[in-house]
């Protein structure tokens, strides 16, 4: 079969479907309505003569053809949208959608200038369409590498060749404990580390190279701050957090923060893009968050 434009939109909604786990989700982010999405579906499978999906009562669930026909779409737009940003490369064109992955619990960092690299953008390109996106922060390189966004921002172990990194600020890491913990009204004298280490720690899974801690059976793994934060407030945990972020709570009295030099600790927060030729808006936005820090391209 030949592949149209209206094909296209079909794939494109077929994916947004599986992505999201059913059409109710999909159709937040298609702005479409259930019944059109549903539409879209069978219009699809009637294009291509086998069933994609089960859908109703039961929930949402791909079929083996939908496995195979959902591969073959995400490669189809995928090959697509890399290869308009090229095309935009050639005009300049400082226009279109730039997907920026972030990490969570930034917007709390006084260092973090993204605010201000938004500002100027709005002024200074405003054709360009921001796609901000809330991520994991090994799943922001391997969406960057995979061109599944444009530029991603945060910190991790994990690098990958095809992708260009530069650190823009450092984000202050401490100890942090609960006002339920038994640490909590200590007298700071009186804490040493060995006793730190042999509580229950809440640790983010996606750190790799961290000390190992005596009380590993205890011991929770999350991978969202916020989440980490929850699981300190509790009282039944100690978790290593940034300073800006757990400041407020502190200020609350809701958390301390325990005299562990060993844990405490910069992280780089970093810009990535993709390495070699990128589109004009593309480069205009990264660009644009690094001058915000400071920093020289």
Request: charge should be negative; hydrophobic fraction near 40%; aromatic fraction near 8%.
């Amino acid at each position: 079969m030949k592949i149209s434009g209206s094909d296209l939109h079909l794939f494109r909604v077929f994916e947004s479907v599986v992505r999201n786990g059913g059409m109710s989700a999909a159709q937040m982010e298609l702005s479409l309505s259930q019944p059109t999405v549903s539409n879209h579906l069978t219009a699809l499978e009637q294009r291509l003569g086998v069933k994609l999906c089960e859908r109703g009562r039961r929930g949402f669930s791909l079929t083996e053809e939908g496995r195979r026909v959902y591969e073959i779409s995400t490669e189809i737009t995928g090959m697509l949208d890399a290869n308009s940003a090229r095309l935009s490369c050639l005009r300049s064109a400082l226009a279109g959608k730039v997907g920026v992955g972030i990490v969570d619990c930034m917007a709390t960092d006084p260092s973090f200038r993204i605010s201000d690299a938004i500002a100027e953008l709005s002024e200074t390109a405003p054709e360009i369409e921001l796609n901000l996106k809330i991520m994991r922060p090994n799943d922001i390189t391997k969406a960057v590498a995979e061109n599944d966004i444009d530029i991603g921002i945060g910190g991790s172990d994990i690098k990958v060749a095809s992708v260009k990194y530069q650190v823009i600020y450092r984000e202050e890491h401490a100890v942090f404990c609960g006002s339920t913990h038994p640490l909590f009204h200590r007298k700071e004298e009186a804490i040493t580390s060995a006793e730190c280490y042999g509580h229950p720690w809440v640790l983010r899974g996606y750190w790799y190279g961290r000390p190992r801690f005596e009380n590993s059976v205890a011991n929770r793994v999350t991978f969202d701050i916020e989440a980490q934060l929850l699981m300190v407030l509790s009282g039944a945990y100690l978790g290593v957090l940034p300073i800006h972020f757990a400041s407020l709570f502190e200020q609350q009295g809701r958390l301390r923060r325990l005299p562990m030099p060993d844990e405490a600790y910069f992280a780089d927060i970093q810009v990535a893009t993709r390495a070699g030729e990128r589109a004009a808006n593309v480069a205009y936005v990264r660009d644009a968050i690094v001058k915000a820090h400071g920093m020289h391209l």
